[in-house]
């Protein structure tokens, strides 16, 4: 699982659904386990490893209410993975591609 998975679930678990602890969850993943991990080069600035993950998402809140997949796993400033989004059609009057964006 994925930490935003984790999150996903803790949130959900511990009923923390405000905008402000979403984004506190958010932060608990990324900036202070960081942190926790004694991580020097964290965060994007000139000279950091460039270790990152980039999601299909407009924000943090976006791709944990969309469970977004991860788009592209980069390490050491090198794409290692990544994954092409998917495309669902709703077949109702007429078939419509929709993207849980709205």
Known sequence: ANMLQVLHMGLHVCQLM??????????????HSARTLNLQDYGIAAGNSANLIILPAENGFDALRRQVPVRYSVRG????????????????????????KR
């Open 18 to 31: 405000g905008y402000g602890q979403i984004n506190d969850g958010l932060n608990l993943i990324t900036h």
């Open 77 to 100: 400033g090198k794409v290692i993975a990544s994954t092409q989004p998917a495309q669902t059609t709703v077949y109702l009057e007429q078939p419509e591609a929709i993207d849980y």
